[in-house]
């Protein structure tokens, strides 16, 4: 019997993913969403800025949790306990959200947090123990490839979902989805258990290691008071106390990982650099990418043509992808002559802040009457167009990088990285052409524009994020994997939050373009960087596996 290139686990742990990104992915794609509608819509009614600033925020602590599950992982629970309460306790929290009360929200927000701490880290290293089978190893990058695409399916079907949800239920109907997702995720992972719970192995600290858990729980202790000051500032220093809280919390949690790096033996010194040097720079990378569910929903929200033709709004309508936007405001109506009039004239962009957003950059042709209603696809459709991209975009990535290497000329990880910096910094440039475009959002855009955006970019995010993985697989002491993969994702944590920081801004830019070109600098930095010291990197690489 042929042998497979594949562990048997590996698609279980696809699956789980699928389930776990399923429920992820659709209370991210209308968080923004919910927390800017109008209380009277079921949301919450928050100003954009604020929704924001909770949006980069519960973003960031959802990967800054992970450092601390890899660690309690590595060291006490094991990784399928703690994926399992780590699951469980998302599941909780997604469901919290169908409440729609303020303490709700926030407890919610809280329960995920933790849950994902334990989830996320805790499933890349039980895969990566798989890859580390000898029969397997060589497809190890292919295999955290196939992992990322079981995650996108997943984050591309639940967009509709959510649509549905939202339109016939209501919000809560979503948050009840997400919740159901995130369940039958536990329930998957845990029907293929007997494939790997062979590689649930901790290897025994060392003598110098078996502080560590105590060094956890000191600078738990220390980042909460330093965040508890953060927040008691009177003035902010970064813009908001919660900013403050979040960027004085990671001070001791770097500084955790450096004492790492410092008591690191020689032979581990050289892979632990390499991987905190790229951690480092792709802070940049997800600063940027994760502006899909602020800056870019906002676009896509008010700046591009979202209208359905009328010829097939029955079927979008009976499918629930579409949503009905109606001019019923009186006091608007009041003014609509006069608000016609000055987009006439002018051509300009009014700002008449009781009219429907979406009706302010609208040609006058398509303006409906007082009473009147246009349908429009739901804004949360348009965050599955990235993983639309990455499900059919991965296969080939794949084919090519296996082409490369029978040929002896595939990429190091850190090149890939490298090249992923570049052409998601060119995404940047196709949504400052849109705006220039758009006479800087005094017309709609076609979707067009954000479609090409998410498809290059997916392309950056392929050579990317499961590289990421496959590198700290790659190069992490085998006792300190989970907390390594906690490492990347704290460095996710650090860019998320950087890009509530960024989105924060947007009201602030009069010319959108601006505020892309600004992006397009962040990201041309950090590969410029990362070109400088790749020559260094690609040496450890090549050096061979830690492990």
Request: aromatic letters at 16%.
């Amino acid at each position: 019997m042929k042998e497979s290139k594949y562990p048997k686990g590996l698609f279980f742990l696809v699956f789980t993913e699928f389930w776990e990104r399923f429920g992820y992915y659709l209370m991210i794609g209308i968080f923004f969403l919910y927390m800017t509608t109008d209380a009277k819509d079921g949301g919450m009614g928050w100003e954009r800025s604020t929704s924001s600033d909770i949006y980069g925020t519960f973003i960031a602590l959802a990967y800054l949790t992970p450092f601390m599950g890899g660690l309690l992982a590595d060291l006490k629970l094991g990784y399928r306990f703690s994926i399992t309460l780590g699951g469980t306790l998302m599941g909780i929290g997604y469901c919290l959200l169908a409440v729609n009360e303020k303490w709700a929200f926030f407890t919610s927000l809280a329960v995920m947090v933790v849950g994902n701490g334990f989830f996320k880290p805790n499933i890349a290293t039980l895969l990566g123990n798989l890859y580390n089978d000898p029969r397997y190893r060589h497809n190890k990058d292919t295999g955290y490839n196939i992992f990322y695409m079981g995650i996108n399916v997943g984050a591309f079907v639940c967009n509709f979902i959510a649509a549905i949800m939202r339109n016939k239920i209501g919000w809560h109907g979503a948050f009840l989805a997400a919740g159901i997702g995130m369940f039958l995720g536990v329930i998957t992972f845990w029907i293929g258990i007997k494939n790997y719970k062979h590689v649930d192995v901790r290897k025994e600290p060392s003598p110098g290691d078996k502080p560590l858990l105590m060094q956890f729980v000191t600078i738990l202790l220390v980042g909460l008071a330093f965040a508890i000051t953060g927040w008691l500032i009177p003035d902010n220093i970064f813009g908001s106390d919660s900013t403050d809280a979040f960027f004085l919390f990671c001070l001791p949690v770097a500084y955790f990982y450096a004492s790492i790096y410092k008591k690191a033996s020689a032979e581990e010194k050289k892979p632990l650099g390499t991987m905190f040097t790229i951690f480092i720079i792709v802070i940049l990378f997800w600063a940027i990418f994760k502006q899909n569910g602020t800056a870019l929903t906002t676009y896509a929200e008010s700046y591009t043509n979202r209208d359905i033709p009328e010829s097939i709004v029955p079927a979008a309508h009976s499918l629930g992808f579409s949503e009905t936007l109606v001019a019923e405001n009186k006091e608007v109506n009041q003014l609509d002559e006069q608000f016609r009039k000055i987009k006439n004239d002018t051509g300009g962009l009014v700002k008449c802040m009781d009219y429907p957003a979406y009706f302010k950059n609208l040609d006058s042709e398509k303006m409906p009457e007082p009473g009147g209603t246009i349908h429009l696809v739901n804004t949360e459709i348009f965050q599955s167009i990235n993983p639309f991209f990455v499900v059919t975009l991965t296969p080939l990535i794949i084919a090519f990088f296996g082409f490369m290497r029978s040929r002896g000329k595939e990429p190091t990880t850190a090149t890939k990285i490298a090249y992923g910096l570049l052409i998601s910094a060119l995404s940047t440039l196709i949504m400052v052409f849109a705006v220039y475009h758009t006479n800087n959002g005094m017309s709609k855009a076609s979707a067009w524009w954000l479609i090409g955006s998410y498809g290059v970019i997916t392309v950056g995010e392929l050579l990317l994020s499961p590289m990421g993985l496959s590198m700290v697989s790659k190069l992490a002491p085998l006792r300190l994997t989970a907390l390594m993969m906690g490492g990347w994702q704290l460095a996710t944590s650090i860019g998320n939050k950087l890009s509530g920081v960024l989105a924060k801004n947007w009201d602030k830019f009069d010319n959108k373009a601006n505020y892309f070109w600004l992006n397009f600098v962040l990201l041309m930095f950090a590969f410029l960087i990362m070109l400088l010291l790749l020559k260094k990197l690609n040496r450890v690489f090549k050096e061979g596996y830690s492990h």
